[in-house]
């Protein structure tokens, strides 16, 4: 039986990581799912601190890598909800704007 061939055979590392990376910016987190995301990052970073203090370097680096990822979801729904509460000028213009607009064509209507 043969087994498919790896992707890390196939591509270098460094280009599966950053289709991972790509895809992983690509995935929305749900601004329900915020507390969970707060969680996940406390929880990260007691893990840091105990990877540190037992001296596992190797795993404080890939928690390092996490943690980054949650601060960074949690700084796309904190960005995305801005977003969406502020103001965005169209370029409409306002009522005074039109009234005025329309007095003063009235006023031309009749005029030779």
Partial sequence: MQYPTPPSAIYPAETIEAHRAFIARRLRPDPAQRGRLEEIRDNLIARIAEAEREGWLGEVEGLRV????ADEKLMQ??????RRSSEVFLGVPSIEQTGARDLDASRHVGSP
């Fill in 77 to 82: 729904l904190d960005a995305r909800l801005h």
């Fill in 66 to 69: 996490s943690l980054a990822g």
